[in-house]
């Protein structure tokens, strides 16, 4: 079977994009050179790759099992491509990261941090729900993921690195001013706004419910930090986020920390990547960053 480098990087592209059009763009190719190329990978192979439905490319079986050889032999070629530069002086290169969204908080700032100390280093930083994290993570598409709650049954190198609190809010106009510290049992008649299902956040609020023996009054779900904030604040119930989306946030003249026992709830920030997985020296340079950086 001879298959080139290049053509293992158009079929990476035509799995990322759908598209034999968009893939012949990323490679600066023109279409029909594309699906020449693409041709000859079907041909080599000797079973169907790829078949298109309603002008999208859907990958067969074997069509994703190449894609993922693709992808790992072209992170495999940035790595040695940055161990080449570091052993010539330089450092530049490339730089995957995929983060949950509750992580958007101070994440860019930590990348910011790194690119200025970095400044041949291009980063792609990809914000998504835990389950849409855990989807990259588990296709290998990143180099570093961060989130609160990593995944139990996947091989995972894994490392904590920053504390993220959970704390209970409501509406400034309810709760403010200094109280008696509450007890969970005090909250039975709030209704609770909470995180969606499957979200870091509601799996450790979850947890705590339980250890607890509580069962709270949920009256919605949110897929978001900034809707529970607007929800709260508008007096349809109390709400747990973590304090990094209270930090630097004009709406909390609207909203006020509830002081109750058992908050808040002390879950933690995981860097991981899949334990097989080699990084490359830009990616190992920004995990011990993380660990370098100032608590906030």
């Known amino acids: 079977m001879h298959i080139?480098?290049?053509?293992?990087?158009?079929?990476e592209a035509?799995?990322?994009?759908?598209?034999?059009?968009?893939?012949?763009?990323?490679?600066?190719?023109?279409?029909?050179?594309?699906?020449?190329?693409?041709?000859?990978?079907?041909?080599?192979?000797?079973?169907?790759?790829?078949?298109v439905i309603g002008r999208r490319v859907h990958?067969?079986?074997?069509?994703?099992e190449l894609a993922k050889t693709a992808r790992s032999i072209a992170l495999e070629m940035e790595a040695f491509r940055q161990y080449a530069d570091?052993?010539?002086?330089?450092s530049r290169g490339q730089l995957r990261i995929a983060a949950v969204s509750t992580a958007k908080y101070f994440v860019p700032r930590l990348v910011g941090s790194f690119c200025k100390a970095?400044?041949?280093?291009?980063?792609?930083?990809?914000?998504?729900?835990?389950?849409?994290?855990?989807?990259?993570?588990?296709?290998?598409?990143?180099?570093i993921y961060i989130m609160s709650q990593p995944p139990e049954s996947m091989e995972l190198a894994d490392k904590v690195f920053k504390d993220n609190p959970l704390v209970l809010i409501g509406a400034k106009s309810e709760f403010r001013g200094k109280r008696p510290k509450r007890q969970l049992a005090d909250l039975k008649s709030q209704r609770f706004i909470m995180r969606e299902r499957g979200s870091g956040t509601r799996m450790a609020v979850d947890h705590h419910f339980r250890k607890h023996r509580f069962r709270p009054d949920i009256r919605m779900e949110l897929g978001s930090n900034e809707a529970i904030k607007e929800a709260v604040a508008g007096g349809l119930g109390i709400g747990v986020v973590s304090i990094h989306a209270l930090q630097h946030d004009t709406s909390m003249n609207d909203l006020a920390m509830i002081d109750v026992d058992g908050f808040p709830i002390m879950s933690?920030?995981?860097v991981v990547?899949?334990?097989a997985k080699k990084l490359s020296p830009i990616a190992d340079a920004f995990k011990a960053s993380l660990f370098a950086a100032k608590p906030s």
């Not at 970095?118 to 994290?133: A, E, I, K, Y």
């Open 268 to 270: 933690r920030w995981h």
């Open 118 to 143: 970095h400044p041949g280093v291009d980063v792609s930083l990809q914000v998504l729900n835990r389950d849409g994290v855990i989807a990259r993570l588990r296709e290998n598409l990143d180099d």
């Open 4 to 11: 080139t480098f290049r053509q293992l990087r158009l079929f």
């Open 14 to 51: 035509l799995a990322a994009t759908g598209s034999v059009s968009k893939a012949a763009a990323a490679l600066r190719v023109t279409q029909p050179t594309a699906s020449a190329q693409l041709k000859e990978i079907t041909e080599a192979v000797g079973l169907p790759l790829y078949e």
């Open 273 to 275: 990547h899949l334990k």
């Open 86 to 90: 570091g052993v010539k002086g330089l």
């Open 59 to 64: 990958l067969t079986g074997t069509g994703q």
